[in-house]
């Protein structure tokens, strides 16, 4: 009897298994993908949106297109899932069962309990939420005048914070918009816990994109007008950004897994099983255990990199082979802040330059990009997206 394989999630881990398995797999198993949307987008690079919204045609790729006939496809956002039945339970009621299942549905947007700040700021976690922003801070600008330009705050100064005030900031040269750009964040510097050369050229790069950065304070409240900045600092906003961190989504508190008390994310090992020997996690969704003390980052390039070993392991799992492990390999990090960049401890450099901007940053951005574009659409769709990441 052929096993069947549910993979949940298409971003970079959900997609990436699943073409991996499609190259594993000989008519072993039935794959199934199931996603809350149809396409798969190249979410590190959808800040760029912000800017122009015809760059979503550049950077989202249709699931249908993009699998194997063999495979099938369900456009539906997961509920649930039941581990001693073995089923996933869809929003419609219905339900899948499966042999495997490999849980990548990606993680949602923490508001760490802030008041009103769920209720009243957007966010930076898929294609809508990207285009709401951008008629969000055009809208603001429209109404804006010199004399009263449009608040813009953006609230957490990581790689998405950093990356997305740089693309309003790109908005409002273009456009000559009447805008003021505000970047929050409670720790002491950008990029927290980072190297400080690289917070020092960001922070750098941010000022002379006229971004105003406000560090040391968290914010602690926020109404329909205001942003509560530590105990004296009031903002007013048009827009609010909350960009400040990541929890599990709802559908895995579900799952009788081993996770973590506190976000639902959930726990596995080298090899990405969990407790369950029929249940995988891979992605934002999981913790997938590390050698040291933590657990691999909730990176792109970390989930590029385990979807490859993720999909080997579901084929192996089904043939009843030893699995693989996987480590992760930091590769560097690439941050851009409108058209420029900052590349740190990059790979094959790093051994002669630690952190470096300048035009060589901004070609290695696009380049990274580009190439997780052709791995999973090929050369055509990468080479047209190049100009614009």
Request: some cysteine.
């Amino acid at each position: 009897m052929t096993d069947d394989i549910v993979v949940l999630g298409s971003g970079y881990a959900g997609t990436g298994a699943v073409k991996r398995l499609e190259r594993e797999l000989d008519g072993e198993a039935d794959l199934a993908w199931v996603s809350d949307v149809d396409h798969h987008l190249v979410l590190h690079e959808s800040h760029r949106i912000i800017r122009n919204p015809d760059v979503r045609d550049r950077i989202t790729f249709d699931c249908e297109e993009l699998k194997t006939p063999s495979t099938r496809f369900i456009n539906a956002r997961v509920d649930g899932l039941d581990t001693d039945e073995q089923t996933v339970q869809l929003a419609d009621g219905s339900t899948i069962d499966y042999d495997y299942v490999l849980v990548a549905f990606g993680s949602q947007t923490a508001f760490f309990g802030i008041d009103g700040l769920e209720e009243h700021s957007l966010t930076l976690k898929s294609l809508q939420d990207a285009l709401d922003i951008h008629e969000a801070v055009k809208d603001a600008a429209a109404e804006a005048t010199k004399d009263d330009p449009a608040q813009v705050v953006v609230g957490g100064a990581g790689l998405s914070g950093i990356q997305s005030a740089g693309e309003i900031a790109e908005f409002r040269d273009r456009h000559r918009a009447p805008i003021d750009i505000h970047l929050v964040e409670g720790l002491d510097n950008v990029f927290p816990n980072n190297d400080p050369v690289v917070q020092a050229k960001l922070a750098k790069l941010l000022d002379e994109h006229g971004v105003n950065v406000m560090t040391g304070e968290f914010i602690g409240e926020v109404d329909e007008n205001t942003v509560y900045v530590g105990e004296e600092t009031e903002l007013d906003y048009d827009v609010l950004l909350w960009t400040g961190g990541i929890t599990g989504q709802d559908a895995a508190a579900t799952a009788d897994v081993e996770k973590d008390e506190r976000s639902n994310r959930i726990h596995a090992d080298r090899d990405f099983t969990t407790n369950d020997e029929r249940v995988f996690a891979i992605g934002d969704a999981a913790l997938v255990d590390q050698p040291g003390d933590n657990p691999a980052p909730p990176t792109a390039q970390a989930a590029w990199q385990a979807a490859e070993v993720a999909g080997v392991n579901l084929a192996r799992a089904v043939r009843g082979q030893p699995l693989e492990t996987w480590t992760h390999e930091d590769k560097g990090t690439l941050i851009s802040v409108g058209d420029e960049a900052v590349a740190h401890n990059v790979i094959g450099v790093r051994e002669m330059v630690d952190t470096f901007g300048g035009p060589a940053a901004e070609l290695l951005k696009k380049s990274v990009a580009a190439r997780w574009i052709k791995d999973v659409a090929g050369y055509g769709a990468a080479a047209k997206a190049f100009p614009d990441m």
